[in-house]
Each structure stands twice: as C-alpha cells, then as structure tokens.
C-alpha cells in the first residue's frame, strides 16, 4: 500500500479495486488507496467495468485466498478474454488469512497433510498470462518499481505483480515459542527491534502517513523545545522493518533505527561487546 501511495504522490491518483480480505484496510488511513470493493476475488473483474472509463489501466488487488476463489475465473479469465489494460497486484503469503489461514492449492500441502502445489504462476500462465513478476513484500523500492514497470506496459495485456512473503503477525506465532524453547535450552537468541531516535525526529508524523503498522505510533517529547509529539515504536515492533523501508524509500528523516538484543551471547560475542564497550568509553561516548 505505502508504494502504491508514493507511486500516486509521483504520477497522480488512478482508480484501484479492493478485495475482500486484509488488503481492504488499504483503503482506511493512513492508506487511503482503495475506491472501490464488489466482493471476495471479485477486484480485477470490476476493476474492467471501471477501467475503461478512465483512460488509464485497471489496477486490482487480491489475496491468493481470493484468487482462488473467484480471481482466476471471473478476473483473470475476463481480463484475458476481453483484453483489457489492467494490472493486478496479488498477495500471496500461503493461505487465506482472512478466514483464519486456512489451506489454499497453492500453500503447498493439502488439509490431509499430503504434499500438493498448484502455483499462481502456473495457473496464470496457464490461461495466457505472459507478463508476471516477483516482489518481495518487506522490499518497498522493489515493490514500487515493479507496479511502476506494470502500470506503463500497456501494451501486453494483463499484468501481474505477485506480492509473496508470509504475513509477518503469523510467522511470529510460530517463531516466538521456538526462540522460547531455544532460549530454555542455552541457545543463542538474536531479537531484533525498530526504533526512533527521538532527538533526531522532528515530529512531521510524515513516517506515519505511508505506514500502517500498529506499532509505530506516537508519544509525547521529552525535549521541552517540541511542540508536537515524536514517532514512537512500542512493545509490539516484530521487526519486519517496513518503517525504515518507508523512511528511505520515501526520502524521510534518518531517525529510524534497528537494535539487537542478543540473549545467551556465546563467548566472543561476549568479548566482542567488552571490547566495544571499552572503546566507546575511551572516546567519550
């Protein structure tokens, strides 16, 4: 959502069709990039209704949940059928999220616990879909230019653009109890962490305009100079670094930082930090 944003910020708003499913909150703020919504795996179909209206090609959004639903056969189909401009953007992280993750063709194991894949990829280019790419859902210049290089070939029919990386709140139930058991057990355990220089945030609140996450908000300054509150990143930061891919991406302040704390630290990172920590100290730091 945040490089559809920029990407209007640089060539102007175009009409984009929502989904069912947890791409519709690209529509609320700090977002506000969905116009419309018909039903579940129904965006790119009534995302062609609306298109042609336009002069400018039909942009769609949709989970692989609602691919699978409803995309493949009345979207893209039709897309295909009646050649329309239209480029849609699918994110694919392995499983309908919206309904609990529940299993999808192309989660790769069946609900019987059998090994079984039936591929986007294949499924598109199985009805003639030529022109498809490959984002990195955490890559926010990737992704940006990939829909940019989407929106201006306008000559070769449908174009997708597959978003796939698991959504980052499911794999940190699944990561969370196995650092859990590896710290049980002695192991060395890196958590990572986001967050924001409070000296150097001037408090524009411009990071939170092309970012969604819940765990950048606000809090009030210690620095009585400060009118206005500063960017904060509480307690349920998982570290997926889509605050400072929005900041550098977008060209924002610098004040974003990541931190490690590493737990049960083996013996040179040990003598590492000691060193380090010396060091810092003799210069004053």
Known sequence: MAALKLLMKERGKFHISMDIGCNLFGSLPPFNVGNTVLGYGLSLASSGAVGPNLDQPNVAIMGDGGFWHNGLTTGVINARWNEYDSVLIILDNGYAAATGQHLLPSSGITPKG???LVTIENALRGVGVKWIKYVDSYSLQDAKNVIADALDARDQG???VISNNECMLARQRKERPAKAE???TGKTVIQEK???DEEVCTGDHSCMRLNGCPSLTLKESSDPFKETPV???NDGCV???????VAHAAQ???SFYKAEAIRNPGVLRTIFSK???SLLTAVGA
């Not at 570290?239 to 891919?245: I, N, S, W």
């Open 114 to 116: 059998l090994s079984s």
């Open 158 to 160: 449908l174009r997708v």
């Open 182 to 184: 590896a710290l049980n």
């Open 194 to 196: 986001f967050g924001v």
């Open 231 to 233: 960017a904060h990143v």
């Open 239 to 245: 570290a997926c670094g889509h605050c400072g891919e």
């Open 252 to 254: 924002l302040c610098p």
């Open 275 to 277: 060193i380090n920590r």
